[in-house]
């Protein structure tokens, strides 16, 4: 999973596809509460290679401040590593009273 822009919205220079945009965040935040709630670790790796790559999009476009496409880096690298062995990112689930248990 890279962290590599389509080239969807490159080159608009005007607002006309700022609704499409938006659409494309709508759908990302979705990502994320579904991948919050999915039990299929196979599930969960589809949608988080789609958030990934809706962030990396969302990032490049220069229509949104310098300051929320740094942000959307910064999440675009979570997103992208989460899970990963060693990090610490790596899942983790809560038993019956609110506490984390580590999967490994």
């Known amino acids: 999973m890279t962290c590599n ?3 969807a919205f490159e080159g608009q ?3 006309s596809q700022l609704p499409a945009l938006e659409a494309v965040l709508a759908g990302t935040l979705a990502l994320m509460t579904s991948h919050a709630e999915a039990g299929s670790a196979g599930r969960r790796l589809a ?3 789609r958030i990934v790559s809706n962030i990396d999009l969302l990032m490049r476009d220069e229509r949104l401040s310098p300051a929320l496409r740094l942000s959307l880096g910064q999440l675009c690298v979570h997103w992208k590593y989460m899970g990963a062995p060693g990090s610490d990112l790596a ?3 809560l038993d019956g009273h609110g506490e984390r248990l580590s999967m490994h």
């Open 13 to 15: 220079a005007d607002d």
């Open 5 to 7: 822009a389509t080239q």
């Open 47 to 49: 949608m988080r290679a």
């Open 91 to 93: 899942p983790q689930r």
